[in-house]
């Protein structure tokens, strides 16, 4: 049996109401970060959330396309990356394979013609057709243009493109729009999509790009709030023992590593704990799983030497 329709109208007449249901979507968020979806859904404006990498930026995008029953369709953002793997390319196999078929067919097509200037143009006729978006390949942001019902478009780690990339986005970004050269400008078939950018800071982003969008900063959570996270990640795990895995990441964030851990390595933690049937940290077993929670040997060399002490803090 398919799933109910949500309701949208009541999941978005209140930033209470809209963060209830991210939490039902076991997203657990702040008030600020509900709230910014919420003005994103009534405005219809894009949403730019920065932040490190690892604290729920892409997954609040997809949490919301699941909340709002929509399909999700992701852009992958690089260095490099051109309209070609954005908005659209021509098939070019489709448009060889006419243009043989053309070959073929060249004495009918030009059967009667009178002249010169009159075969030039029949040709011109079928140029256009090759033209036409029949022999369009849509990519991510076309295709969320199609979506007859509007879908949620994740622009993700913009900060890896390019700036000449950005100014590919802006008239996407402020008219819902895209200029094809060949065949005009294309809008939105009926429901704009709901876009959401992400960036983690490596490069700043342009004014006129963060003038077009809601602007959303999710940092790392405070113990409370992370607490709750892995809880609706990972319920299984004990209270005390979420207590203090949790306690013991902030400790690790406070110290000066290549990488600190993101929510997304306590959430494993917590599963590779509940894994090891564990009910409470100490220094053997945190140094045993410490390559779950760190990605570089030289962190993992620099904690272990504080590991006591820091498995001693976390279990006050």
Not at 11 to 39: F, G, M, P
Not at 223 to 244: D, M
Request: proline share 5%; hydrophobic share 40%.
């Amino acid at each position: 049996m398919a799933d109910a329709a949500p309701d949208l109208q009541k999941i978005t007449e209140s930033v209470e109401n809209l963060k209830t249901e991210l939490e039902a979507h076991r997203y657990i968020c702040s008030d600020q970060i509900a709230t910014a979806v919420y003005l994103a859904y009534h405005l219809r404006k894009p949403i730019l959330i920065e932040g490190p990498p690892g604290v729920g930026k892409t997954e609040l995008a997809k949490t919301t396309a699941d909340m709002f029953a929509l399909p999700l369709i992701r852009l992958q953002c690089y260095e490099g990356l051109d309209e070609a793997k954005a908005i659209y390319e021509w098939k070019y196999g489709k448009q060889l394979l006419y243009t043989q078929v053309l070959k073929e067919t060249l004495d009918e097509v030009l059967q009667g013609a009178k002249g010169f200037a009159e075969s030039v143009g029949r040709l011109h006729e079928f140029g256009d057709i090759f033209f036409s978006e029949e022999f369009l390949e849509p990519r991510p942001l076309m295709k969320a243009l199609q979506e007859k019902a509007g879908c949620i478009l994740l622009i993700d780690e913009v900060d890896k493109s390019d700036h000449e990339f950005e100014s590919l986005l802006l008239e996407m970004l402020s008219d819902y729009q895209l200029s094809i050269p060949e065949i005009g400008t294309l809008k939105a078939v009926n429901e704009p999509p709901l876009v959401f950018l992400t960036s983690n800071n490596t490069r700043e982003i342009s004014d006129a790009l963060k003038r077009r969008c809601l602007h959303l900063y999710i940092p790392f959570p405070d113990l409370e709030l992370e607490q709750r996270i892995i809880h609706a990640r990972v319920p299984e795990i004990p209270p005390e023992l979420r207590r203090q895995l949790v306690k013991f990441i902030h400790e690790l964030r406070g110290l000066d590593l290549k990488k600190v851990p993101a929510i997304s390595e306590t959430i494993d933690w917590a599963r590779t704990l509940l894994l090891l049937h564990t009910e409470s940290l100490d220094p053997q077993l945190v140094r045993d799983t410490l390559n779950v929670i760190l990605k570089f040997q030289e962190d993992i060399e620099n904690v272990n030497s504080e590991l006591t002490s820091l498995t001693s803090q976390a279990l006050k």
